[in-house]
Structures are given as structure tokens and as C-alpha cells.
């Protein structure tokens, strides 16, 4: 049973993940064009200086990618659940209601993290080409909460489509847009580097929040 | 478990409110406040300042006020130019030649904020040649680090320049250099005079002077008192050439590294905190004048050439939290959240726990209006005691976050 409801999960999203994950590795390889272009249109250590003493950020393509996945993602896995109440079949299933709802958000989020995945490789790949760890240390951990961004955008969102009632999913809304811009926020290179574990521990806490409304759905709330 | 989501998402709402309404507030309310400029007169002998919160009226010390005209020319040394055009530059003041050449070599100008101490630092940087026989710096193809030893990495193939790196490392062990480095200062641009390389703390916080001259290394090491220590060095590019650098101590002095004998040199001037408030050094023919400028108050000391005190001056106004804006911000917030401060260029949580508690007025009639709400829901009170104590203790943000993720369902 839980294959079956795994590979519901997977028709619902593959071809927005494949899209996604496509688009998320072709924006790392442009990253890397460009910086290749710039450095045979500058130089070399005109570039270094650039991001050393300039502010440059080689990755600033890559700020808001996690978070539009991540929205895309949650709203095919979880708005075909809403329409006509879907969901209601899955807790009529003999399994346990929680687990259920877990084993959905595992997927998505688990399918979400392999393409950060790659797309982190690719970009630690590509950085090592032409920067040292001096550059790449401090360029990751400004990436760093683009991706959690992206992971709260996904556990926020389907909070709120699970939602049953409107002035729910507003409060919701307003909420996830106090919370998900301070990911995004302008800053140095390295910058975030003080409250990274704080925010990733936050994140990571804010995958249960679809219990919550899962809860609410199932409960009849209107 | 599914309780515990919903207190997740509850912090969450807190923590987001905590940082948004209280900016919103601001943003709102905010009222800019305007330090004066404080200057010193070596005419008078007295500070002359510009007050742009009363409308930019230009008064001394004892608060008589001056028109532009007279006031520029209690400052000759700062206005010099305008003098000049005018032809009212004075021939000479306290028995020396007015020279603008001689102005203009003693001119200085210094400022550092506490976010340009607290900020990310590069690892690496580049060595300029010092004595390349060019009008013109040139950027060097390679970086460096001092880790486990001084490392020269070349920009074109992103590889380690061993034959460099063993050369400066050598060197630098043999002058007794303990690596790796906690401290690199410098100068990193092409853009200065000339290039007197890095001054830099090892891990045993000694303190070293490092360039490159002709491809080789030079390495000084300065000689400093036991027990100082540096929290921040800012390196300077000077006309006058006097010293390489203003150094200021844990200890809250400052100091200045006179150049090609390496002479640390106090100045006599009260404690400096530039992880905290702004710091003006204004060098001139006759004073260097140092100013403080921090949250409700401007200091401003003058010594003379040999860096010994000549006067202080001092002036301080409300601060943002003791004006009415900051007040009522103090009545409706119990805290206040920032992830930014223009005391540091980083991200990190800036908390601003509010003393008066007068914010426990505002959280008490938010409990009262959420036992309302209870009531009207004939809900029972048992099961909401946590989401009072969360009001309680977070006032209106923890009101907005519990009745935002609804508690009724627990019963």
C-alpha cells in the first residue's frame, strides 16, 4: 500500500520536478558560462578582486530558483488532494493518519532535496574549477539559505492548500510571507554565516506544520 | 504530534511578527535624529559646530551663533579653498606660513563604522609589488592566505604557487611568525598612493609587516608592549606619511604605527569603542581631532601633533528608545527582532529586550481579550492556559500567532 501511495505521489509530480530539477542544473551551468565570459573579458584576478573586495556574487542567478521549485512542487503534490476533498481517501485508507501525511510530505521534500542535491554538486564542481575553497567556503554559505528558503516555501505551502477554511489559509499566507523573505534577504557574501544553523533548524521544524492542517482537513473543520 | 506542529508553526508566527511589526513600526514612526558636526578652530581654540536638527545653524561651543561666512573663517584649515576664492585665507595663524600645499599634505581624513569591524573578512588577498618602478600599482595575478603558512594561489589556473609560497613562508618563520595569521590589514587596491603592503597578527598576536619589494618578501616584525593586543587595525594612505595605520587595542585605546621605525604611539584620548560607535580622526596642520559618535551622544578630542590631549568636547541628546516614539514602541512590543543593524554588515539576530515592561499593560489586556474569545467560542479554558502564558510572555505577537493557528480543535 505504501508503494501504491508512493507512486500516486510520483504521478503527481514527476513532470514539474523533471522541469524543475532541468532548469535548476542548466541555471548552474549558466552561472559558470557567464563567469567564464567574464573572466576572458576581464581577467582572471580582476575577477578574484571582484568577488573578494566588490561584493561580486558569481551565484546571484540562483536566489529565488529553490523557492519557485518548491512552490511549484507543493502545489501539484498537494492541490489535487483539495479538489473534491481527494485527500479524505487517503484517511480512509487502514493507515495511520499522520503517517500517511508524513510519508507524502517525505516524498516531496526527499525528491525536492536530490535536486538541490544536484545542483549543489554541480555548483561545488564547477566553483572548484575556478575558485578556491576561500571563495567557494563563503559563497555556499550564502547559497545555504536560498535552499532553505526553498524548503520552507514547500512545508508553508502546503500548509496552506491543505488548509481548509480561507481566513485560515490568509493567516497562513501572511505568515509564510513574513517568514520566507528573511531567507532572501540582500547580504554580503558569507553574510548569513551566523544565524544559518538557527534558520536550518527552523526549516526543518516546519516540516511538521502539515499536520496541522491535515489535521484540520480531516476533522472536518469548515 | 500534531499539537506539537502547531506550536512549531506558533514559534514561527512569533518570530516573523517579532521582526516585522516592530520594522513596520519604525518605518512608520521613525524620526531621523541629526548629529551635529564638531569641528575645532585653531583660531579660537574652541569647537564650532553645524546642527542640522535645528535647521543647520553654526554655533561655538557656548552656542553663540555665526553666519556661514564668519564661521568658515574660524575654520581656515577646513574651508581653506573657499578661503582662498574669498582672499580672506588668513597669511598665517599661530605664527605659521599659510601654505595650501602644506594644508593639503596634513590633511586626513579617517572613519570607521562598527559594521566595517563586524563584516565578512576575505581570506585572501593580493600582494602588490611595492618598489615595481611604475607610476601605477598593478593587480597581481596571484592571492594570498596565511594558514599553516603563507600560500600564493595563481588566478589564471586556480593552483597553488609553490616555488612563492615557500620563499615568503621561509622567511616569515624565520622572523618568528606563528601561524597561522589571525589578522591580514591592508590596503587591497590599486587605487592608493603606493603600497606598503599588509601589517598582520599571527596566532601568537604578534604583530608583523609584510610586502613584497622587488619579488622578495619583507618582513618587520613591531616590536609592542605585553599584553596589547589589537581587536581592529585600519591601515592608512596618507599624504603626510607619518604612520602606516591607526591600531586600536582590546583595551580601548588607539595607537598609530609611525612608518619605517615602527614606533607605536598612543593617543591621549578617552576610551574608544569602534565595534560600537562611529570614529572620525580628522588630521590637520595643527590637531588631530578624534570624534565619537554613538547612540545619543557625539565626543570629540583634540590633541596636537605629538598626539597629546589639547580639549574634549561633549554633547549627547535622546536616544530613539528615550523619545515618545520609542516609548510607545516599549509599551506595545516586549521585544524587538532585527536580522540587520547598521552596527554589522552580517545577518545574525540583533534582540532588543525592552526594560521598562511597560509592554506588560498591552500583554495583559491581550490575555483578557483572548479569555474573551475563549468564552465566546465555549471553549474550555484548561486547554488554552499554555497560549495565555504564550500572550502573556510575547504580548501581541504571541496574540496574532495563536489565534492565526487556532487552538480549538484540542479538547
Given at each position: 500500500?505504501?508503494?501504491?501511495?508512493?507512486?500516486?505521489?510520483?504521478?503527481?509530480?514527476?513532470?514539474?520536478?523533471?522541469?524543475?530539477?532541468?532548469?535548476?542544473?542548466?541555471?548552474?551551468?549558466?552561472?559558470?558560462?557567464?563567469?567564464?565570459?567574464?573572466?576572458?573579458?576581464?581577467?582572471?584576478?580582476?575577477?578574484?578582486?571582484?568577488?573578494?573586495?566588490?561584493?561580486?556574487?558569481?551565484?546571484?542567478?540562483?536566489?529565488?530558483?529553490?523557492?519557485?521549485?518548491?512552490?511549484?512542487?507543493?502545489?501539484?503534490?498537494?492541490?489535487?488532494?483539495?479538489?473534491?476533498?481527494?485527500?479524505?481517501?487517503?484517511f480512509h485508507l487502514p493507515?495511520?493518519?499522520?503517517?500517511?501525511?508524513?510519508?507524502?510530505?517525505?516524498?516531496?521534500?526527499?525528491?525536492?532535496?536530490?535536486?538541490?542535491?544536484?545542483?549543489?554538486?554541480?555548483?561545488?564542481?564547477?566553483?572548484?574549477?575556478?575558485?578556491?575553497?576561500?571563495?567557494?567556503?563563503?559563497?555556499?554559505?550564502?547559497?545555504?539559505?536560498?535552499?532553505?528558503?526553498?524548503?520552507?516555501?514547500?512545508?508553508?505551502?502546503?500548509?496552506?492548500?491543505?488548509?481548509?477554511?480561507?481566513?485560515?489559509?490568509?493567516?497562513?499566507?501572511?505568515?509564510a510571507v513574513l517568514f520566507?523573505?528573511?531567507?532572501?534577504?540582500?547580504?554580503?557574501?558569507?553574510?548569513?554565516?551566523?544565524?544559518?544553523?538557527?534558520?536550518?533548524?527552523?526549516?526543518?521544524?516546519?516540516?511538521?506544520?502539515?499536520?496541522?492542517?491535515?489535521?484540520?482537513?480531516?476533522?472536518?473543520?469548515? | 504530534?500534531?499539537?506539537?506542529?502547531?506550536?512549531?508553526?506558533?514559534?514561527?508566527?512569533?518570530?516573523?511578527?517579532?521582526?516585522?511589526?516592530?520594522?513596520?513600526?519604525?518605518?512608520?514612526?521613525?524620526?531621523?535624529?541629526?548629529?551635529?558636526?564638531?569641528?575645532?578652530?585653531?583660531?579660537?581654540?574652541?569647537?564650532?559646530?553645524?546642527?542640522?536638527?535645528?535647521?543647520?545653524?553654526?554655533?561655538?561651543?557656548?552656542?553663540?551663533?555665526?553666519?556661514?561666512?564668519?564661521?568658515?573663517?574660524?575654520?581656515?584649515?577646513?574651508?581653506?579653498?573657499?578661503?582662498?576664492?574669498?582672499?580672506?585665507?588668513?597669511?598665517?595663524?599661530?605664527?605659521?606660513?599659510?601654505?595650501?600645499?602644506?594644508?593639503?599634505?596634513?590633511?586626513?581624513?579617517?572613519?570607521?563604522?562598527?559594521?566595517?569591524?563586524?563584516?565578512?573578512?576575505?581570506?585572501?588577498?593580493?600582494?602588490?609589488?611595492?618598489?615595481?618602478?611604475?607610476?601605477?600599482?598593478?593587480?597581481?595575478?596571484?592571492?594570498?592566505?596565511?594558514?599553516?603558512?603563507?600560500?600564493?594561489?595563481?588566478?589564471?589556473?586556480?593552483?597553488?604557487?609553490?616555488?612563492?609560497?615557500?620563499?615568503?613562508?621561509?622567511?616569515?618563520?624565520?622572523?618568528?611568525?606563528?601561524?597561522?595569521?589571525?589578522?591580514?590589514?591592508?590596503?587591497?587596491?590599486?587605487?592608493?598612493?603606493?603600497?606598503?603592503?599588509?601589517?598582520?597578527?599571527?596566532?601568537?598576536?604578534?604583530?608583523?609587516?609584510?610586502?613584497?619589494?622587488?619579488?622578495?618578501?619583507?618582513?618587520?616584525?613591531?616590536?609592542?608592549?605585553?599584553?596589547?593586543?589589537?581587536?581592529?587595525?585600519?591601515?592608512?594612505?596618507?599624504?603626510?606619511?607619518?604612520?602606516?595605520?591607526?591600531?586600536?587595542?582590546?583595551?580601548?585605546?588607539?595607537?598609530?604605527?609611525?612608518?619605517?621605525?615602527?614606533?607605536?604611539?598612543?593617543?591621549?584620548?578617552?576610551?574608544?569603542?569602534?565595534?560600537?560607535?562611529?570614529?572620525?580622526?580628522?588630521?590637520?596642520?595643527?590637531?588631530?581631532?578624534?570624534?565619537?559618535?554613538?547612540?545619543?551622544?557625539?565626543?570629540?578630542?583634540?590633541?596636537?601633533?605629538?598626539?597629546?590631549?589639547?580639549?574634549?568636547?561633549?554633547?549627547?541628546?535622546?536616544?530613539?528608545?528615550?523619545?515618545?516614539?520609542?516609548?510607545?514602541?516599549?509599551?506595545?512590543?516586549?521585544?524587538?527582532?532585527?536580522?540587520?543593524?547598521?552596527?554589522?554588515?552580517?545577518?545574525?539576530?540583533?534582540?532588543?529586550?525592552?526594560?521598562?515592561?511597560?509592554?506588560?499593560?498591552?500583554?495583559?489586556?491581550?490575555m483578557v481579550l483572548h479569555?474573551?474569545?475563549?468564552?465566546?467560542?465555549?471553549?474550555?479554558?484548561?486547554?488554552?492556559?499554555?497560549?495565555?502564558?504564550?500572550?502573556?510572555?510575547?504580548?501581541?505577537?504571541?496574540?496574532?500567532?495563536?489565534?492565526?493557528?487556532?487552538?480549538?480543535?484540542?479538547?
Open positions: 500500500m505504501w508503494k501504491g501511495m508512493i507512486y500516486k505521489e510520483w504521478l503527481k509530480i514527476r513532470w514539474f520536478l523533471l522541469i524543475y530539477a532541468g532548469i535548476g542544473i542548466l541555471s548552474v551551468v549558466y552561472c559558470f558560462i557567464r563567469v567564464q565570459h567574464d573572466i576572458t573579458f576581464s581577467s582572471p584576478n580582476g575577477y578574484w578582486y571582484f568577488l573578494l573586495f566588490m561584493g561580486g556574487q558569481y551565484f546571484s542567478l540562483l536566489k529565488f530558483l529553490p523557492g519557485i521549485g518548491a512552490l511549484a512542487i507543493a502545489i501539484a503534490q498537494y492541490f489535487p488532494e483539495t479538489v473534491s476533498k481527494r485527500i479524505k481517501l487517503t493507515l495511520n493518519e499522520n503517517k500517511a501525511l508524513l510519508t507524502m510530505w517525505l516524498f516531496g521534500a526527499g525528491t525536492l532535496f536530490i535536486s538541490y542535491l544536484l545542483q549543489f554538486l554541480l555548483f561545488t564542481g564547477l566553483s572548484l574549477i575556478y575558485f578556491p575553497g576561500d571563495i567557494f567556503v563563503p559563497a555556499i554559505s550564502s547559497i545555504l539559505p536560498w535552499f532553505l528558503a526553498g524548503f520552507a516555501c514547500y512545508n508553508l505551502t502546503a500548509l496552506i492548500v491543505l488548509e481548509p477554511v480561507w481566513k485560515y489559509r490568509i493567516f497562513y499566507l501572511i505568515v520566507v523573505p528573511l531567507l532572501l534577504q540582500s547580504a554580503l557574501t558569507d553574510g548569513f554565516s551566523p544565524v544559518n544553523p538557527f534558520m536550518a533548524v527552523l526549516v526543518l521544524l516546519s516540516s511538521f506544520s502539515l499536520l496541522f492542517s491535515g489535521y484540520r482537513f480531516r476533522k472536518g473543520e469548515m | 504530534m500534531v499539537k506539537f506542529s502547531r506550536y512549531i508553526l506558533v514559534v514561527i508566527a512569533i518570530f516573523s511578527l517579532a521582526i516585522a511589526l516592530p520594522r513596520l513600526y519604525w518605518i512608520s514612526f521613525e524620526k531621523p535624529i541629526k548629529a551635529p558636526s564638531v569641528f575645532y578652530s585653531c583660531v579660537d581654540n574652541d569647537f564650532f559646530m553645524i546642527r542640522p536638527a535645528d535647521g543647520g545653524i553654526l554655533t561655538n561651543s557656548n552656542g553663540d551663533e555665526f553666519t556661514r561666512d564668519e564661521f568658515e573663517l574660524k575654520l581656515p584649515l577646513n574651508y581653506s579653498r573657499q578661503l582662498t576664492l574669498n582672499r580672506t585665507m588668513p597669511d598665517s595663524i599661530n605664527g605659521v606660513e599659510m601654505d595650501l600645499h602644506e594644508i593639503s599634505r596634513n590633511r586626513s581624513f579617517f572613519r570607521v563604522r562598527p559594521k566595517d569591524i563586524d563584516t565578512p573578512l576575505p581570506s585572501l588577498y593580493p600582494l602588490f609589488e611595492s618598489q615595481s618602478g611604475r607610476a601605477n600599482l598593478e593587480m597581481p595575478d596571484d592571492f594570498f592566505r596565511i594558514t599553516w603558512r603563507m600560500e600564493f594561489l595563481d588566478s589564471k589556473t586556480n593552483k597553488i604557487l609553490e616555488e612563492k609560497s615557500r620563499m615568503f613562508s621561509a622567511v616569515l618563520y624565520n622572523r618568528g611568525f606563528k601561524f597561522p595569521a589571525t589578522s591580514i590589514n591592508g590596503l587591497p587596491t590599486t587605487r592608493k598612493s603606493c603600497d606598503e603592503g599588509y601589517l598582520v597578527i599571527d596566532g601568537a598576536n604578534q604583530l608583523f609587516h609584510i610586502k613584497m619589494i622587488k619579488g622578495k618578501p619583507f618582513v618587520r616584525k613591531v616590536d609592542l608592549p605585553e599584553g596589547l593586543k589589537f581587536k581592529h587595525i585600519a591601515c592608512v594612505d596618507f599624504s603626510d606619511k607619518l604612520y602606516y595605520a591607526y591600531l586600536f587595542s582590546t583595551n580601548h585605546e588607539v595607537y598609530v604605527l609611525t612608518q619605517y621605525d615602527y614606533m607605536l604611539q598612543k593617543l591621549d584620548v578617552a576610551e574608544t569603542h569602534p565595534e560600537l560607535n562611529e570614529v572620525r580622526i580628522l588630521g590637520d596642520l595643527f590637531n588631530y581631532t578624534i570624534t565619537s559618535l554613538g547612540n545619543g551622544f557625539i565626543s570629540t578630542t583634540v590633541l596636537d601633533k605629538d598626539f597629546k590631549f589639547v580639549d574634549t568636547y561633549k554633547e549627547s541628546w535622546l536616544t530613539k528608545d528615550e523619545r515618545l516614539e520609542g516609548k510607545i514602541a516599549h509599551l506595545l512590543f516586549p521585544f524587538e527582532l532585527k536580522l540587520t543593524d547598521n552596527k554589522s554588515s552580517y545577518i545574525r539576530f540583533f534582540s532588543a529586550f525592552h526594560s521598562s515592561f511597560l509592554w506588560l499593560i498591552v500583554s495583559l489586556c491581550l479569555f474573551i474569545i475563549i468564552k465566546k467560542r465555549k471553549e474550555n479554558v484548561k486547554n488554552q492556559i499554555a497560549d495565555l502564558a504564550i500572550i502573556a510572555i510575547t504580548g501581541i505577537f504571541g496574540f496574532i500567532a495563536v489565534n492565526f493557528f487556532p487552538n480549538k480543535f484540542f479538547m
